[in-house]
């Protein structure tokens, strides 16, 4: 039985679940069979820690794959306006973030 949209949406709010959803570009569109990831994240956290939850998941999905984790250690991020974020950017809410990798290795 499919729980319904709304408790969904509470257990987020009570709980501080936030979902960011990963566009990917690039190199890092290997990373899946669609143009995004997401990530369901229990506190705010920074772009750093992002990363840090990334390189998990590559670890998980494609044994560590040492290619992938140098194009997720080599990009940079993007907020929803397109705007080039730090690493200590926070996550404070659902949010999409970009992934951009490097154009040509460097």
Do not use: H
Not at 32 to 45: A, R
Not at 56 to 67: C, L, R, S, T
């Amino acid at each position: 039985m499919d729980k319904p949209r709304w408790a969904s949406k509470i257990f987020r709010k009570y709980f501080l679940v936030m979902k960011v959803k990963l566009e990917l570009f690039g190199a890092s569109r290997d990373l899946s069979d669609k143009d995004f990831l997401e990530f369901n994240i229990e506190k705010k956290i920074s772009i750093k820690d992002l990363k840090k939850k990334i390189i998990n998941y590559v670890d998980e999905k494609f044994k560590g794959n040492e290619n992938y984790k140098k194009i997720i250690e080599t990009s940079v991020f993007c907020s929803e306006d397109n705007n080039i974020i730090s690493e200590n950017y926070k996550i404070k809410k659902d949010q999409k973030i970009g992934i951009i990798p490097p154009i040509g290795g460097g």
